[in-house]
């Protein structure tokens, strides 16, 4: 992995930005993809002030997104450093390709996201910044897409944390049980056929989506949180997942509440996973 040394003149450059103090964007060679992408790391005030090490959270994007959304389009500005602030640790926000659900694709070298996401970027970030380097202070989450990624990339890798959320994530890859218009749907299929040739998508359900992965969060130490606006497009999904979870006996915290596939709902569900994470992190 190539080397990153953070200057004077890119960190300035960094917060004029995000218009805010504490959060940084930063390149992250990607050697098993051979390119650059981005990521963009909020410290806490108290990061500053001495020589403390820090848990962290992985806040991962949606679909058609990027890795600054959760700094520029949530509703209330600043949310991201408020929430590092009031909790005491460092949040990463992560780029990668739209529409790759941080797969690690059999057909496509330039679609490795898992490989990137569990062993390049973690190794990274935790070799650049005072993180606590160990599962017992590493969780992950995300909206739509980046649900789908966090649950995933945590099943497959129950050593590196110890709880995964999701907010409104697709839960299920087939579209069948999407409320979308037939075009997006028939986009998507042919993304996923593209990414991973044909699967199956009945049950027994494909390891590449993540009602595929419940016999491993059944034996995962996971504390699990999935939440789900009710007149959301991937409601059902979020359903289907919550009753196999119910089925195996998988502890996991589950809610539904008002709201859609919208950037207001995920401004508010970002602080109730916060409360959720803040039980089970674990500090120096």
């Given at each position: 992995?190539?080397k990153?040394?953070?200057?004077l003149?890119?960190?300035?450059?960094?917060l004029v930005?995000f218009?805010?103090?504490?959060?940084?964007?930063l390149?992250?060679?990607?050697?098993?993809?051979?390119k650059?992408?981005?990521a963009?790391i909020t410290?806490?005030n108290s990061?500053?002030?001495?020589?403390?090490r820090y848990?962290?959270?992985y806040?991962?994007h949606?679909?058609?997104?990027?890795?600054?959304?959760?700094?520029?389009?949530?509703?209330?500005?600043g949310?991201?450093?408020?929430m590092?602030?009031e909790y005491?640790?460092?949040?990463?926000t992560?780029?990668?390709?739209?529409s790759?659900?941080?797969?690690?694709?059999p057909l496509l070298?330039?679609?490795?996201?898992?490989?990137y996401?569990?062993?390049?970027?973690?190794p990274?970030?935790d070799?650049k910044?005072?993180?606590?380097?160990?599962k017992?202070?590493?969780?992950?989450?995300g909206?739509?897409?980046?649900?789908?990624?966090?649950?995933?990339?945590?099943?497959?890798?129950p050593?590196l944390?110890?709880?995964?959320?999701?907010?409104s994530?697709?839960?299920n890859?087939d579209?069948?049980?999407?409320k979308v218009p037939e075009?997006?749907?028939?986009?998507?299929?042919g993304q996923?056929?593209?990414?991973l040739?044909?699967?199956?998508?009945?049950a027994p359900?494909?390891?590449y989506?993540?009602?595929g992965?419940?016999?491993?969060l059944q034996?995962?130490e996971l504390?699990l949180?999935?939440?789900?606006g009710?007149?959301?497009?991937?409601i059902e999904?979020?359903?289907?997942m919550?009753?196999?979870?119910?089925?195996k006996k998988?502890d996991?915290?589950?809610?539904?509440?008002?709201?859609?596939?919208?950037?207001?709902?995920?401004?508010?569900?970002?602080?109730?996973?916060?409360?959720?994470?803040d039980?089970y992190l674990?500090?120096?």
């Amino acid at each position: 992995m190539k080397k990153f040394q953070l200057t004077l003149g890119f960190f300035l450059i960094s917060l004029v930005a995000f218009g805010q103090f504490g959060t940084d964007s930063l390149p992250v060679y990607s050697e098993v993809m051979q390119k650059t992408l981005k990521a963009a790391i909020t410290y806490p005030n108290s990061y500053q002030e001495g020589n403390s090490r820090y848990p962290v959270l992985y806040l991962l994007h949606g679909g058609s997104g990027a890795f600054d959304d959760w700094h520029r389009k949530v509703t209330e500005k600043g949310l991201v450093q408020r929430m590092a602030n009031e909790y005491d640790l460092i949040i990463v926000t992560p780029g990668v390709g739209p529409s790759s659900y941080y797969f690690d694709s059999p057909l496509l070298d330039s679609v490795q996201y898992a490989t990137y996401m569990i062993k390049e970027l973690i190794p990274f970030i935790d070799s650049k910044f005072r993180t606590i380097a160990k599962k017992e202070s590493r969780a992950i989450t995300g909206l739509s897409m980046g649900g789908h990624g966090a649950i995933t990339l945590a099943a497959k890798n129950p050593d590196l944390f110890i709880a995964a959320g999701s907010m409104s994530g697709v839960m299920n890859i087939d579209t069948r049980l999407w409320k979308v218009p037939e075009n997006f749907r028939k986009s998507r299929q042919g993304q996923q056929l593209a990414m991973l040739g044909k699967i199956q998508y009945d049950a027994p359900f494909s390891k590449y989506t993540a009602v595929g992965l419940v016999p491993e969060l059944q034996k995962a130490e996971l504390a699990l949180i999935i939440d789900c606006g009710v007149d959301d497009f991937l409601i059902e999904t979020n359903r289907q997942m919550h009753k196999l979870l119910l089925d195996k006996k998988v502890d996991h915290e589950y809610i539904e509440r008002p709201g859609a596939h919208t950037w207001p709902y995920w401004t508010e569900a970002l602080p109730v996973h916060m409360v959720f994470f803040d039980k089970y992190l674990k500090r120096n």
